[in-house]
């Protein structure tokens, strides 16, 4: 019978007796507040902007770069084909190194190298070559943010609660799609010099990097733990943060009411935990190719990279099926993807809100109660479910979308109805990237920007098979039998993969992180026997248990002990 109860009714005993059980308990997920955390949001919205936008404004311009590079379709194209190349690559490189190194100095350096290409780009604006090689930098530079913006999320925010973050930031994320493809159609039908885009992707950077540089703080818990940690380096503090006590105390981490006595506690705990990560970590990029044969994993992936492939393959249709069927110009062509864009912004709001109702619901019904403060044990909680609850209500409808988008543009139908299919393609498309992405980054959770990463590989892979094959396989086939044929395979192979996610991803994860956990470091089940006769003195497998279970485990594992539950 444990002492656990009645010392918690009684305070007879001492609090020294039970150090390993009553520490832990004053350590909340993370010290960042809600008001941090909007701010956190919003920033992380404008890194996130830039990959899109550079990437569906330079589409318009191809004909006008053809022209005035005096070159051929298919040189341009490689452009485009070697910017996804480097799109692919650069959340691989730099998402896993934010993992090791810390979010912040990640964010530095890839911004400045976005900038650096955009000044390449807009003084070279007559050679082929710096475009090819600068549009590859440009890439490398711009693509990470999103996988490292998930990886920020992870570190301030409980699962219960990431849905909050993480649909605004998608929001933020798709704007640059929306907003993309109308400035690049305006500078395309004014036949404006094409470097004026360069420019003005330049001064969009610098104003990322200087926003960065002042405002945003490192929260990677390898470095600063739980928030409670203060950077120890110059790269990781905010050049704002001398300003601290005045107008920018909004960034100096806060206890939470009634946790100012173990503050000392939770520092340490921190520390700790910060010196064996960090210890522990080793760079390795090719930890994304890993992921992609994890089992629990691959159907996951699989989701996230055919919602992509009908993306990019609708996109790539849009120019040529606009201008042969309705004569579209340059810049109406821009304007016919504001249906989509938008239907992706208000999809991603909704489902980021959504996801978090699902999350409470799937709760409520195993009799679970949600932890906020500490997060909660994801060994112990079907997240699979959670996460994935109505998406196949989401699969069918967009499954349904695809399909009759291709005949309506086979029976040359009005405008009106393929705009308005691609606005429900932009809704459920995005409500499926975010619900995947996000259920990736809770079964990682200990590399979330590498998880995030993998994602990013998979559906540039994907996007890329839809480009390639979305015009040959349209003139064998017809645009009405090609996307019937698109949507059917995407949308059984999707429901294929959301079942076996449902069925066999908790186990298989379980599994998976059983294997990680060295047999010598057991899982600690506090019982009297472990708490007494501790004489204040801390177990070394107590202590280790500690640092590499989850937040919440040890003190969940020890409330199974309290009178009627053993």
């Keep these: 019978m444990s002492t656990l109860p009645s010392t918690r009714e009684s305070g007879g005993a001492s609090p020294e007796h039970f150090p390993e059980v009553e520490a832990p308990q004053s350590v909340a997920y993370t010290t960042f507040n809600v008001r941090q955390r909007r701010l956190l949001t919003f920033l992380l919205g404008l890194t996130t902007i830039i990959s899109p936008l550079t990437a569906t404004v330079y589409f318009p311009l191809l004909p006008l770069l053809t022209h005035r590079l005096n070159t051929t379709a298919q040189a341009i ?75 920020v999320v992870a570190d301030v925010c409980v699962p219960a609660a990431r849905g909050s973050m993480v649909g605004p930031i998608s929001v933020a994320l798709n704007l640059g799609t929306c907003i993309g493809p109308v400035i690049g159609g305006l500078v395309a039908y004014k036949s404006v010099n094409y470097g ?69 506690s939770s520092n340490k705990t921190n520390e700790t935990t910060a010196v064996a990560r960090k210890k522990l970590k080793i760079l390795n990029p090719l930890q994304c190719l890993q992921i992609l044969l994890l089992k629990d994993a691959a159907p996951i992936l699989l989701v996230h990279g055919f919602s992509y492939m009908i993306d990019f393959s609708i996109q ?19 304007l016919s993807y504001l249906p989509r864009g938008t239907g992706i912004i208000i999809g991603g709001y909704a489902n980021g809100r959504l996801m978090d109702s699902n999350y409470r619901i799937t709760a409520k019904q195993i009799g679970h109660r949600i932890d906020r403060e500490q997060g909660d044990d994801m060994n112990d909680f079907p997240i699979e479910r959670a996460r994935t609850r109505g998406s196949p ?35 459920f498309q995005s409500s499926i990237y975010i619900f995947s992405n996000t ?24 996007a890329a098979l839809g480009t390639a094959t979305v015009q040959p396989l349209i003139g064998v086939l017809g645009r009405g039998w090609y996307f019937t044929l698109l949507g059917l395979f995407t949308g059984v192979s999707s429901l294929i993969a959301i079942w076996t996610i449902r069925t066999w991803g908790m186990v298989w994860r379980k599994k998976r992180v059983a294997g990680k956990r060295p047999s010598d470091i057991p899982r600690v089940r506090p019982s009297s026997s472990d708490c007494a006769g501790t004489g204040g003195t801390s177990s070394p497998t107590k202590n280790n248990a500690l640092l590499r279970d989850p937040p919440g485990t040890l003190i969940q594992q020890a409330d199974r002990h309290e009178p009627g539950s053993s």
């Design 77 to 151: 194209n490689l452009t485009v084909t070697i910017y996804i190349i480097f799109q692919a690559l650069s959340p691989a490189i730099f998402a896993t190194l934010s993992d090791s190194i810390g979010r912040r100095i990640v964010y530095l350096f890839t911004l400045t190298l976005y900038c650096l290409a955009n000044l390449g780009l807009a003084l070279a604006q007559n050679s082929y070559a710096a475009l090819l090689g600068l549009r590859a930098v440009q890439s490398l530079g711009a693509s990470a943010a999103s996988a490292i913006s998930y990886g």
């Design 316 to 334: 790539t249709s849009i120019p040529s099926a606009f201008t042969d069927l309705y004569r579209f110009n340059e810049l109406e062509i821009g």
């Design 393 to 427: 209500y989401l699969i069918g409808i967009l499954t349904c979308s695809v399909i009759g988008y291709g005949w309506a543009l086979d029976q040359h139908s009005h405008i009106a109805i393929a705009l308005i299919l691609q606005f429900i393609q932009g809704v």
């Design 439 to 462: 259920l990736l980054i809770d079964i990682l959770s200990d590399t979330p920007s590498t998880a995030a990463a993998t994602a990013s590989i998979t559906r540039c892979a994907f």
């Design 196 to 264: 004026w885009i360069f420019w003005f992707l330049l001064v969009v950077g610098v104003v990322l990097l200087a926003t960065v540089a002042g405002f945003l703080p490192e929260t990677a818990r390898n470095m600063v733990g739980n928030g409670s940690q203060e950077p120890s380096r110059w790269w990781e503090r905010t050049w704002m943060s001398p300003l601290r006590s005045g107008i920018m105390n909004i960034w100096t981490p806060r206890p939470r009411s009634g946790h100012h006595a173990e503050k000392n």
